[in-house]
């Protein structure tokens, strides 16, 4: 029997999610990938896996599992929520931001999540799913990738790629800023013509809100409409993630990681490449507001980005086993409470 | 005066833009380019994704700068005018029965032909792959004779099945999933244009010439009964 995730309730929405599938866009497949790449990393970081392994995105509320191997350890990184581990009948709290060891029967519940609604579960190893063009990501619009190529379900056995994990120091990481963006930073968009001055300060000048439906594939946003100065439909023409499309009613649909290769509507601007993972947080109800910025300061803002991913490694904080080591905590209370297991010992 | 645009698309990738309107000069221009840009090999460049009208070129900005890549990109579009991109031809069988094709009789009243006919006029021209999108796999063929020209249904249909066939304006597309759609099916073929476990996981790509070979109700069951026997036949590379 391989080491699994047993899902009791995966909780709605989730999906196993890496870093996507770049490479096959002109056959109509999106790259995909964690809406939020950044909170992944983190996650990835504390468990010490490479950055591209495949992880759990959570969406609204938290799965609840049990652990169906020797152990495992796993890192929350994204949205606040309360975690709860139960072994042998002894429930403890465990923090987002940190890797927790587990071990095999333990019950992992994380409730609903508050301050944004994403959030990831990085395992060490990774997940045994079969890669598809080189990835774990689901697509579930396509029907393939990550597990089945399908939202989890209840029942669902989520293979690991490992049996155990040596126990050693857990990692900590406390200073990740995963809120909802109120502003996000963007430059004029390749059919920007289609649109009057007076509209183009509206779009830069205005606040928006995201409505319902927001999903993988984007946003729709309600504000004060866009008018369009040569019609609203285009022939097809190549998106990109944080393009912001206008359609005929004026209202912006910003895509995500997971759009549709084509579309047919003028973008009046597209999000930059390093405020991506920030729109990948917004959800339903938040209220956001665009900044207008160059080609050169998006670059800038990227260079920014990539050396603030390539320093997360570093900026990982070692939490004393003595201190905080969860299998150690609840082998301490069932030994208050006169309950040992000898499955204690052989770990 | 350039007959063309170069279009920064967020600061990691451009689109390269022909023009506003289908026409198979201007795709021809897109998919020569992008073959240009392929075996160009220039550091940096991820992927391109061509459309009816447009390039767009993804890059990896620490690596190629914006300025870079426009400029070497100018440059291949004035020797893309000779390069060759490749195009297999396929016959692709699909069954035009009526039981698969419930917008088959509509299109022959609007176009004044006999259904009969319409099938006749859509499977006798070889169609050109402008491009994939919408869903993986899913070609955009065109051109329809002028006769077969229809508007979009009014009312789109909540689902159709994969494999499905479906003509609008002057274009045929092939659904390779269960979708909801606007065009008017007028038939279904038996082969999997998408298959994850192929290298790209579609079967046609940008470029490709295809004919529909019309078959029949039973050559369609027995087919779609043995999907593993049912490959479409590739007439040339």
């Given at each position: 029997m ?17 870093l996507?599938?770049p ?6 497949i ?18 010490g ?18 652990v169906d ?6 890192a929350?990184?994204?949205?606040r ?5 139960t072994r ?6 465990a ?7 587990l071990?095999?029967?333990d019950?992992?519940q ?15 190893g ?5 890669p ?40 900590m ?17 390749p059919?920007v013509?289609?649109f ?29 409409p ?8 285009i ?8 393009s ?23 973008k009046?601007?597209?999000?930059i490449?390093?405020d991506?993972?920030?729109?990948g ?21 990227r ?9 997360l ?14 299998a ?18 052989a770990? | ?18 023009g506003?309107?289908?026409e198979r000069a201007?795709?021809?221009?897109v998919?020569?380019?992008a ?10 460049v991820?992927?391109?994704v ?15 700068g914006?300025?870079k890549l ?5 440059k291949l579009?004035?020797?893309a ?18 039981s698969?094709?419930p ?22 021209i070889?169609?050109?792959?402008y491009?994939?999108g919408f ?8 051109d329809?004779p002028?006769?077969?020209v ?38 279904r073929t ?21 004919i ?14 043995h ?9 040339s590379?």
């Open positions: 391989s080491a699994s995730l047993h899902l009791l309730s995966p909780g709605p929405g989730a999906t196993v999610q890496d996507g599938r490479g096959h866009q002109r056959f109509g999106p790259v995909g990938g964690a809406l939020d790449a950044f909170a992944l990393r983190a996650a990835n970081s504390l468990v896996n490479a950055p591209d392994v495949g992880g759990l995105e959570i969406l609204y509320r938290g799965p609840t599992f049990v191997a020797a152990s495992a350890r796993v929350f990184v994204g949205a929520a309360r975690i709860r581990v042998q009948g002894t429930t403890q709290e923090p987002t931001g940190r890797s927790i060891r071990l095999a029967g019950v992992v994380v409730g609903a999540l508050a301050g944004s609604s994403l959030l990831y579960a990085a395992i060490e990774g997940f045994d799913v079969d598809v063009m080189g990835s774990a990501s689901t697509y579930v619009r396509g029907g393939f990738g990550g597990w089945q190529g399908r939202l989890l379900q209840p029942g669902d056995r989520l293979p690991l790629a490992r049996e155990r994990v040596d126990a050693r120091d857990e990692a990481i406390d200073d990740l800023d995963l809120a909802p963006p109120t502003c996000l930073r963007a430059i004029d968009g059919q013509d289609h009057a001055d007076d509209g183009i300060a509206t779009f830069y000048g205005g606040e928006y809100q995201v409505g319902q439906g927001a999903d993988r594939m984007g946003v729709r946003l309600s504000g004060a866009l008018r369009h100065v040569h019609g609203h439909d022939i097809s023409d190549g998106i990109r993630p944080g912001i499309q206008i359609p005929g009613d004026g209202q912006p649909i910003v895509l995500r990681c997971e759009h549709q290769t084509t579309g047919g509507y003028p009046i601007a597209t999000v490449s390093a991506l993972p920030a729109l947080r917004l959800g339903v109800g938040d209220k956001i507001r665009f900044k207008r910025v160059t080609l050169v300061e998006a670059e800038a803002a260079r920014a980005y990539a050396s603030i991913i390539e320093t490694p570093t900026r990982l904080k070692p939490v004393l086993r003595s201190d905080a080591d969860i150690e905590r609840l082998c301490a209370a069932n030994l208050i409470s006169g309950v040992i297991h000898a499955r204690y010992d770990n | 005066m350039l007959d063309y645009r170069i279009l920064p698309a967020g600061d990691a990738a451009v689109v390269v833009d022909f506003d309107r289908i201007l795709n021809n221009r998919l020569a380019l073959q240009a840009v392929a075996e160009d090999h220039l550091e940096g991820v992927e391109t061509p459309t009816f009208r447009s390039l767009m070129i993804c890059y990896e900005p620490a690596t190629l914006y300025a426009v400029d070497r990109v100018q579009i004035v020797e005018s000779d390069v060759a991109y490749p195009s297999r031809l396929w016959r692709l069988p699909v069954c035009y029965d009526l698969l094709a917008d088959l009789v509509e299109v022959a009243e609007r176009t004044g032909l006999s259904p009969a006919e319409v099938v006749a006029r859509h499977s006798a070889t169609h050109h792959v491009m994939l869903l993986p796999g899913q070609p955009y063929l065109g329809l002028e006769e077969l229809v508007p979009r249904r009014a009312t789109p249909r909540g689902k159709v099945a994969a494999g499905s066939v479906g003509v609008a304006m002057a274009m045929t597309c092939v659904f390779p999933r269960e979708t909801p759609c606007g065009l008017n099916i007028i038939g038996p082969v999997a244009l998408w298959d994850p476990r192929r290298p790209n996981g579609s079967l046609v790509e940008p470029g490709d010439k295809v529909f070979d019309p078959i029949s109700l039973e050559a369609f069951e027995a087919a779609a009964k999907p593993a026997r049912c490959d479409p036949s590739l007439v590379a």
